[in-house]
């Protein structure tokens, strides 16, 4: 049976628009996610060995106007994960350049959430997940995270 090595990374918290300098600096403080009511946080295995499914779980809290999380597959580390679900969905109209595909696309409600993402390591090398908890109606973005893994032999 293989070894999977786990990690929890938290992402940054995106406030709610009241002004820029009343939310910039909470917004960067641990702690902001539970102040301003939105989190998520991207967990699971960093490293596959190759041919074994693995998850990836998207967790959080979250409350009214936010109510859906959105999930890409991104195949370039060096480039990263956008901030906000805009900047991110416009890069996957792109696949053939930035190689990110939709992976999950979930509806939640006001308080916790979870939602997992299924994978297999069938590529070998570094692969990640970019997350994002929105409006679905407007595109907002109220939190984000991302994942890194490496699949090997």
């Known amino acids: 049976m293989p070894t999977f090595i786990t990690r929890r990374r938290t992402s940054l918290v995106m406030g709610t628009a009241v002004s820029a300098a009343a939310i910039a600096l909470p917004a960067l403080l641990p702690g902001a996610a539970s102040a301003s009511g939105y989190s998520l946080h991207v967990s699971g295995p960093v490293s596959n060995l190759m041919g074994v499914n693995f998850n990836e779980t998207i967790?959080?809290?979250?409350?009214?106007?936010?109510?859906?999380?959105?999930?890409?597959?991104?195949?370039?580390?060096?480039?990263?994960?956008?901030?906000?679900?805009?900047?991110?969905?416009?890069?996957a109209f792109f696949s053939g350049t930035w190689g990110l595909t939709a992976w999950l696309a979930k509806p939640v409600s006001?308080?916790?959430?979870?939602?997992?993402?299924?994978?297999?390591?069938?590529?070998?090398?570094?692969?990640?997940?970019c997350a994002y908890l929105i409006n679905l109606s407007t595109g907002t973005t109220y939190a984000h995270g991302s994942i890194w893994w490496t699949n090997h032999n």
């Not at 480039?79 to 969905?89: D, I, L, R």
């Not at 006001?110 to 990640?128: D, E, K, M, P, Q």
């Open 110 to 129: 006001a308080g916790h959430y979870s939602a997992v993402a299924r994978f297999g390591a069938r590529n070998l090398g570094t692969h990640g997940m």
């Open 59 to 91: 967790s959080g809290v979250t409350a009214s106007p936010a109510n859906y999380v959105v999930a890409w597959e991104q195949f370039y580390k060096h480039t990263g994960c956008a901030a906000t679900f805009a900047q991110e969905s416009t890069r």
